[in-house]
């Protein structure tokens, strides 16, 4: 199975930041991949008094992906966007995924969400306006069994081996806008662990560069195999790198290494 991570730098011009979209989805079915991941935020990262308004699970949005996963006989997963939420005052951040017919085959909203105060670096507080989720969510992508999760989900590996362990899942996809400061430490080593700890593949889209106001994210899209080992990332611009996961490899590490069966907890 071929997989795609499209990286992108979103910023405040929605239909800029869809049709930036819409090409590199494009570049990823040009490359035969079957399954394509774009990053959290994908059609809006920029001041709050600016963004679109939230919409339902089959509004525009959905509809914009829906169509591109239609015309190029492709997975697609949309990243995240802020869907209509439980209040006036809160969105979900949401995934959704469509398969090549353009059908809505998933929606996860994200569970964990990223309050942070770092001393003049950083302060954000995801939970002012954004409602958790609280269903985990494992689709049939292609036939094979994919866990859905959101940029600050990966600090919590609960989450992942529920996927894996209860979910029977073999891919975890991880779209993302992981901010610079922690992301040029903690990025790739989270993505591996998650990927070794779970013997799973691991798909990870995210944002790159500044987004206003203030906001700078690390990039290095990647794709991990379940040895840990990474097998595709992308440099330090927009673009889309591809990889072929290998199930067979998958089924001989948790055979040779059954540390998923062998857990007594």
């Known amino acids: 199975m071929r997989v795609a991570v499209c990286q992108v730098n979103s910023r405040a011009d929605r239909n800029h930041n869809l049709q930036v979209a819409r090409d590199q989805l494009e570049r990823a079915a040009a490359a035969g991949a079957e399954l394509a991941v774009l990053p959290e935020y994908v059609d809006y990262l920029g001041p709050g008094e600016t963004a679109p308004k939230p919409e339902p699970a089959d509004g525009e949005f959905a509809e914009f992906f829906a169509t591109a996963a239609r015309e190029l006989g492709l997975w697609v997963h949309a990243g995240s966007f802020h869907e209509s939420g439980p209040d006036p005052q809160r969105t979900y951040n949401t995934s959704l995924v469509f398969d090549p017919s353009g059908g809505l085959v998933a929606r996860y909203r994200k569970i964990h969400l990223y309050d942070v105060e770092i001393a003049g670096r950083v302060s954000y507080q995801e939970s002012r306006s954004v409602a958790p989720g609280d269903e985990t969510v494992v689709a049939e992508i292609a036939g094979v069994r994919t866990g859905l999760s959101i940029c600050y989900d990966l600090r919590f590996p609960e989450l992942y081996r529920r996927l894996a362990v209860d979910g029977a899942a073999r891919i975890l996809v991880v779209p993302a806008a992981f901010m610079m400061h922690t992301g040029r430490d903690h990025w790739e080593v989270l993505l591996r662990a998650r990927a070794i700890e779970n013997q799973c593949y691991v798909v990870a889209a995210g944002q790159i560069g500044d987004h206003d106001p203030g906001r700078t994210c690390f990039g290095r899209s990647m794709i991990i195999d379940p040895w ?30 059954p540390s998923l069966a062998n857990r007594r907890l």
């Open 228 to 257: 840990g080992t990474v097998l595709a990332q992308a440099p330090d611009t927009v673009g889309t790198v591809t990889a072929d996961l290998d199930f067979e490899r998958l089924d001989k590490i948790r055979t040779e290494l």
